[in-house]
C-alpha cells in the first residue's frame, strides 16, 4: 500500500476526477418547487419555489415561525414534506434517505459527543460507516487531519469538547460534517449560541471555509449583518413564504414588499 495515505480511495469521499485540495468534488445545485409542510391546519411552509445554484452560499433570514429551520430540515431529509418536490443535483430526494442524501449538517447546540475526543467526533461519520464502505484507519486519521488544519485546530485531536470554547467547538462541529465529503452543506444558527465577537470572527471564517470546499450552502440565522455580510444571496421569509431573494445589496436598495421594508429597518 502507498505510504500517501491521504491519497487512498475513499467511496463516498474522494471524487474519481477533478479532486481538490480539501477532497471535495463538484458542487450540487438545488431545486425545490412548491414544497409545503404542514401540521394539520398549520402551514408551515407555503409552496415555496427556489433553486440554488451549485457552489452557491445562501442565506435563509426572517422573523422566529417564519418556515426556516423548517426549510433546512426538509433539505436535510430530516423531517418529510407535505407536498412539493426537493432535487439534490438534479436528483429526486424524495426517495433518498437521511445518509444518501450526503447532506452535510451544522446544529447550534454544536451536538458534539462529550465523551468522545475531537479527533472521534470529527471521524464518527466515517468510523460508523458499514465495513465495505469505510475507509480504512489510516486513510480516517488522515482526513481528520486535514480538517483540523482547515479549521485552525492543529494538535487538538485528543481533547474533550469540555476542553474547547464554544467556537472552537463549533469548528469541530463543521468540520464533523464535512468529513463526509457531503453534496451540500446546511447550517442552522451555527454561531447563534457565541457571543458577539466571536460571532464576527467565525463570519468571516464561515466565508473562507465556503469559498475553499466550493460546497454549496445553506444557512439559517436571524442575524442581518451576519446574513448580508456572508451570503451570496438572501432569502427573506415570512408565514412560510419567501418574501424577496437576491444579492444582500440589491434587497437593502430594493426591498420588494412592505415587509421586507419593516424587517430591515
Known sequence: MSCDVAA??????????????????????????????????????????????????????????????????????????????IRLG??????????????????QSYALFR??????NIAYGLAVRPRRLRPSKAAIAARVSELL???????????????????QRQRVALARALAIAPRVLLLDEPFGALDAKV???????????HDR??????????????????ADRVAILNGGRIEQIGAPGEIRERPAT????AFLD
Open 115 to 120: 465523551h468522545m475526543t475531537v479527533f472521534d
Open 258 to 261: 412592505a415587509f421586507v421594508r
Open 8 to 85: 487512498e480511495p475513499i467511496p463516498g469521499l474522494t471524487p474519481a476526477h477533478g479532486r481538490s485540495a480539501a477532497g471535495f468534488g463538484a458542487a450540487q445545485g438545488i431545486s425545490v418547487g412548491a414544497l409545503t409542510k404542514a401540521y394539520g391546519a398549520q402551514v408551515i411552509l407555503d409552496r415555496i419555489d427556489l433553486d440554488i445554484a451549485p457552489g452557491e452560499l445562501l442565506a435563509l433570514l426572517g422573523p422566529s415561525g417564519s418556515g426556516k429551520t423548517t426549510l433546512l430540515r426538509l433539505l436535510a431529509g430530516l423531517d418529510s414534506a407535505s407536498g412539493g418536490a
Open 213 to 230: 470546499t466550493g460546497l454549496t450552502t445553506v444557512f439559517v440565522t436571524h442575524d442581518q449583518a451576519e446574513a448580508m455580510e456572508v
Open 149 to 167: 488544519d482547515m479549521m485552525q485546530l492543529p494538535g487538538f485531536e485528543k481533547r474533550f469538547p469540555s476542553q474547547l470554547s464554544g467556537g
Open 199 to 209: 460571532r464576527k470572527d467565525l463570519r468571516k471564517w464561515l466565508r473562507d471555509i
Open 90 to 107: 438534479g436528483e429526486d430526494a424524495a426517495g433518498l434517505s437521511v445518509q444518501e442524501r450526503r447532506v452535510g449538517f451544522v446544529f
